[in-house]
């Protein structure tokens, strides 16, 4: 392993050759074939630009921006990109965030604290939130209400039923993770307001190929892949309700440009409908001998390297850019689809309104199915079973799937008759777990005796098939010992 700290220098050509070799271990970012973690719009020297634009800004500190005005002028210009393309009018007003789950703690943060005058604040989120709102109703101890489902979407009359006096926020998704659906907007921001609640759309996952899914319109054009129109398989942007700014009732609103704007990790936007909404998201604070602090965001010091890239991405890509990845995006969700339909043995879990293909099992075991596809190049996301939802595998699908998604229905095929063959996990004989008993020597020999202390996770369906056996409360506590096992200084030998 290299040392960080070596005594002396060492020269740059060595040192990106041993970076070369750290990111040779990893996923493919690029490619088409890993549909979790990375956006990739497959546009040649987008890359090589964004990087650029970047070390423009590397060093340039967000903190101040009367000294660094042109970062300013970047936020603002991508705040206003966000807000035109999410039916922001001349009230709104927002500000540029490092990712999706610090846009949401803020607007968490916004609602609480704008009712000081509520002692125990809660926050209202259907079951199929992302967990950053657990986390944000965590860090900042708001009561967290989690309204059941109707089928995969938020439920508006339940949602209505969880709301008490002391509900500081309503959330939904547009859309969820999980499954890739849009919760019903227009109905619960109209409750929203008729309580007099924030409401916020969480679109920090599809709030950027939305609105071009919507423009694309309802016809699939007869694209250059084969299956790309299928009957069954819905296809994404038709039929989408309101979800945005437009809507009255939404107070505010996220999207993350790492995500389906294709800008390089560590960028999100948070917009309020007006100034007013946005206020109690400020951090203030002079009393202290140094400089006074005012901080719209968590991070105090912030580079502005992701900021510069994310604007020379928006401005190189372009709204027809966007559109045309838009399309291409729509046809590969509706190829994957459609190779899921077509195979015995899967199903699709949920319609492929947006740009998620969820397949569940119809007769093979999931995670078996989830190790095959890996070993055949297609790195997908298994999903733990929840609630009444079985597991399934995610497939987050952007626009350089269209290069590969023709080549997936025979692998799927393939996959499934490997799966079938191998058959389903047997777990081995395990103690009785639960939370508590967890400790870091029986998740030392645990990874051991599952064959993770090498390092080598290509084959994870027994870890996935204990870890979907296990209430939510051990699945946590296992997963956070593993990590902190993995996350040790590393040992230098001098
Ligand atoms: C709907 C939704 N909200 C929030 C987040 C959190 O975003 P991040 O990982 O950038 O913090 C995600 C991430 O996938 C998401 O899909």
């Known amino acids: 392993m ?3 700290l070596p005594e002396k220098g060492v020269p740059g050509e060595q040192i990106l050759a041993e970076l070369r070799e750290l990111r040779a271990g990893d996923l493919p970012t690029h490619g088409g074939r890993l549909f979790a973690y990375v956006y990739d719009p497959a546009l040649d020297g987008l890359d090589e630009l964004a990087h650029a634009a970047h070390a423009t ?31 922001g009018g001349p009230a709104t007003v927002g500000s540029v965030t490092s990712g999706g789950t610090e846009s949401l703690i803020l607007a968490v943060k916004a609602a609480r604290d704008a009712r000081p005058d509520i002692r125990s604040p809660r926050l209202v989120v259907p079951a199929s939130a992302h967990a950053a709102f657990a986390k944000a109703a965590h860090y900042l101890r708001v009561e967290l209400d989690v309204v059941p489902l109707s089928g995969l979407r938020a439920d508006p009359r339940a949602t209505a039923a969880a709301i008490t006096a002391d509900t500081v926020l309503i959330a939904a998704s547009a859309p969820s993770y999980a499954h890739g659906v849009v919760d019903p907007i227009p109905e619960i921001a109209a409750i929203a307001a008729e309580h007099g609640v924030r409401f916020h759309v969480d679109a920090c996952f599809g709030g950027w190929i939305l609105p071009y899914l919507r423009r694309l319109g309802p016809d699939l054009p007869v694209g250059d892949l084969p299956g790309a129109a299928v009957p069954g398989v819905a ?21 993350d ?3 389906y704007a294709y800008a390089p990790k560590g960028v999100s936007i948070l917009l309020h409908a007006s100034e007013e909404l946005r206020r109690p998201q400020y951090f203030a604070h002079a009393d202290w001998p140094g400089y006074t602090m005012i901080n719209p965001v968590i991070s105090s010091t912030r580079s502005g390297g992701p900021i510069a890239a994310a604007y020379a991405t928006l401005r190189s890509i372009g709204d027809t850019g966007y559109l045309a990845l ?3 995006t729509r046809e590969s969700v509706t190829v994957l689809a459609a190779a899921v339909e077509a195979t015995e043995g899967v199903r699709l879990y949920a319609p492929t309104e947006t740009t998620v293909v969820c397949l569940a099992s119809d007769g093979v075991d999931l995670f078996v199915l989830a190790d095959e596809l890996a070993a055949r190049g297609w790195h997908t996301q298994p999903q733990m079973a929840h609630a009444d939802h079985p597991p399934t595998i995610h ?53 051991e005796g599952l064959g993770l202390g090498a390092g080598d996770f290509t084959q994870m369906a027994t870890v996935n098939t204990i870890l979907n056996a296990a209430p939510p409360a051990l699945r946590e506590a296992l997963l956070t010992g593993f990590l902190s096992l993995l996350q040790r200084p590393t040992p230098v030998t001098r």
């Open 2 to 4: 290299t040392d960080a």
């Open 57 to 87: 800004s590397a060093h340039v500190n967000g903190l101040d921006p009367t000294a660094f005005p042109s970062l300013l002028a970047m936020e603002n210009a991508l705040v206003a990109a966000a807000a035109r393309l999410l039916g």
């Open 235 to 255: 296809v994404p942007g038709r039929d989408l309700p309101d979800f945005d700014l437009s809507v009255p009732g939404v107070t505010s609103i996220s999207v």
């Open 257 to 259: 440009l790492h995500k």
């Open 326 to 328: 838009a399309a291409k």
């Open 395 to 447: 497939l987050t699908v952007t626009a350089a799937v269209h290069a590969t998604a023709a080549s997936f229905a025979p692998d799927l095929a393939e996959a499934v008759a490997a799966a079938r063959a191998r058959g389903p996990i047997q777990l081995p004989p395990l103690p009785p777990l639960t939370p508590e008993s967890v400790t870091p020597e029986l998740i030392a020999s645990l990874a």
